[in-house]
């Protein structure tokens, strides 16, 4: 017998029709049944042990796959030779301090530095707060082109820089806005100094204009030009479309290159969908913001109606990211059938970050910290996003990294 229980062995022997004691046999089955039914009601003293115990398995196993998936990943990490692209995304870099760059720029400079050939850096928009460049003579120019002058020494001689219209460059969105963005295209191209670096789309046209480097196929974009009430064109602009309906059409038209493995990207200013203030949240005027009374807001009929636009131009063949500023802090997100992720990389002026929420689609946010997005598009196939956020936290100013695409 072992716990409590008869052994195969002793229940055949006591059930043998030879058995000189059939009292014996009756009493030993009876005795059989009543033990097996206490077992039975009885709870395994050890049941809750074994559950928890399988409990805390899984959550191990689960954590141990999420950080798999999306562990930190470090420069030194991926050979130089196997990376093919580098970009970095920083927006609304517009407001630098007076008295010296600091992060996140500076910083941004020097990972640029290490292999400026293969680099190529986008501001995204807002590059001069909080009126664009005025006419020369006005009181602000000076420190106007003192702010964007910063931002176009970030650029390492080889490598090389774009800089996308944001809505502070129209003028912040005033009639005087379509000469504003000319004034700034004619300013960086002063200020350049043999830099390869250009405004896209230029003189005040919506775009879409692409460039191809390797795998990558970049589609850049003046979500502004959507936005803005007042004068669009005159009879210096030449644009190539100047309608909705034919920007959409050539949207379509650019999302779809030609080849196996290419690498889509849509720059702009204005994001498809924000967790910030733009986005109706946070701050004593985040809920106003709903209202929908701000053509910058997500949900106003305007804004609404560009993103509707946009989308419907993505359909079918949706771009890896659409990245995009605006709101000053650092998101990745989950984009849907249209767009595979989203990024808002508007952190770039230390003085003007803001707050954030986590959304559903939300992957990483990071709100009240400056900070810019890399983007390492490797040989053959792979794209890894990594987020550096400032002042860092520990010794590593990087604060999340992701496969966009696996190798």
């Known amino acids: 017998m072992q716990n409590g229980r008869l052994s195969v062995a002793q229940t055949v022997r006591l059930t043998d029709p ?31 042990a074994a559950r928890a115990f399988a409990n805390t398995a899984l959550c191990l196993l689960a954590l141990a796959v999420v950080v798999s998936c999306h562990h930190k990943v470090t420069v030194e990490e991926l050979k130089p030779e196997e990376i093919e692209t580098t970009l970095f995304l920083i927006g609304d870099a517009g407001e630098p301090d007076p008295r010296q760059v600091g992060s996140p720029l500076d910083s941004l400079a020097v990972q640029a530095a290490a292999a400026p050939e293969r680099t190529i850096i986008i501001f995204l928009g807002d590059n001069v707060y909080p009126n664009g460049i005025p006419a020369e003579g006005a009181a602000e120019w000076a420190d106007a082109r003192r702010r964007l002058d910063a931002q176009v020494k970030a650029i390492p001689l080889g490598a090389r820089g774009i800089f996308v219209p944001g809505n502070h460059d129209w003028a912040n969105a005033t009639p005087f806005g379509l ?18 670096v250009r405004m896209m789309p230029s003189n005040g046209c919506p775009g879409p204009v692409k460039l191809d480097v390797g795998r990558l196929h970049l589609v850049a974009l003046d979500t502004q030009w959507w936005l803005h009430s007042f004068i669009v064109r005159d009879e210096k602009s030449n644009c190539p479309v100047s309608t909705i309906g034919a920007v959409t059409a050539a949207l379509r038209e650019q999302v779809r290159p030609q080849g196996d493995g290419r ?32 053509a910058q807001d997500i949900l106003s009929g305007a804004n609404r109606a560009m993103r509707d636009s946009l989308r419907s131009a993505f359909f079918g063949h949706p771009p890896l990211a659409y990245v995009a500023g605006h709101d000053h802090n650092l998101q990745v ?20 970050t803001e707050c954030a929420v986590r959304m559903r689609e939300s992957y990483y946010v990071s709100q009240h910290r400056a900070g810019f997005m890399r983007v390492d598009i490797m040989r053959g196939k792979g794209v890894l996003l990594r987020v550096y956020r400032y002042p860092p936290v520990g010794k590593s100013a990087l604060a999340y990294s992701r496969w966009l695409e696996v190798r």
Not at 179 to 196: F, K, N, P
Not at 339 to 346: A, E, M, Q, R
Request: charged share 20%; net charge positive; glycine share 14%.
């Open 179 to 196: 000469y504003s963005i000319r004034l700034e295209e004619q300013m960086i191209a002063s200020l350049a100094q043999g830099r390869d």
């Open 18 to 48: 030879t058995s000189e004691n059939r009292f014996a046999e009756k009493s030993v089955a009876r005795t059989m049944d009543q033990q097996e039914t206490a077992h039975r009601k009885r709870p395994h003293r050890f049941a809750g």
């Open 333 to 352: 997100l989950r984009g849907g059938r249209n767009v595979d992720y989203l990024l808002v990389s508007g952190a770039g002026a230390a003085g003007k």
């Open 263 to 294: 690498v889509v990207l849509v720059a702009a200013h204005h994001p498809l969908m924000t967790g910030g203030i733009h986005g109706g949240y946070c701050g004593v005027t985040g809920p106003f913001r709903r209202f929908g009374g701000n």
